[in-house]
């Protein structure tokens, strides 16, 4: 499978963003997919996932501010970004759960949110 995300940009803090990531290859409804950020300087971090059933999952750090959403019919999935914080700032990233373990593809898109 095959990431692309794009729909980063900059915003003002208390804004909204919406990111897309599109996937190609395999069968698409039957994947776990999966939201992290990278800041500079810090780790990769878990965002939110989306399961197969359309059940979301999300990190404590975005519950409440940001929703997960897919697509099938077009393998796309969706990350609705609101309230945005200074602290989002980073690459976003899609990924494929593979088992136990994340896939990613793509180079990721920024999102810098200015206070």
């Known amino acids: 499978v095959q990431l692309q995300a794009s729909g980063g940009g900059l915003v003002q803090a208390g804004g909204s963003l919406r990111l897309s990531c599109a996937a190609s290859?395999?069968?698409?409804?039957?994947?776990?997919m999966g939201w992290f950020r990278q800041a500079p300087g810090k780790e990769r971090e878990f965002l939110a996932a989306i399961w197969s059933t359309g059940t979301p999952l999300y990190a404590d750090s975005v519950k409440g501010r940001f929703t997960m959403s897919r697509d099938n019919a077009h393998n796309m999935v969706y990350l609705q970004m609101n309230s945005l914080r200074p602290e989002d700032t980073a690459v976003y990233y899609c990924?494929?759960?593979?088992?136990?373990?994340w896939g990613f593809g793509g180079q990721g898109t920024l999102v810098t949110v200015s206070s």
């Open positions: 290859g395999g069968t698409f409804s039957r994947y776990g």
């Open positions: 990924a494929v759960r593979w088992g136990t373990s």
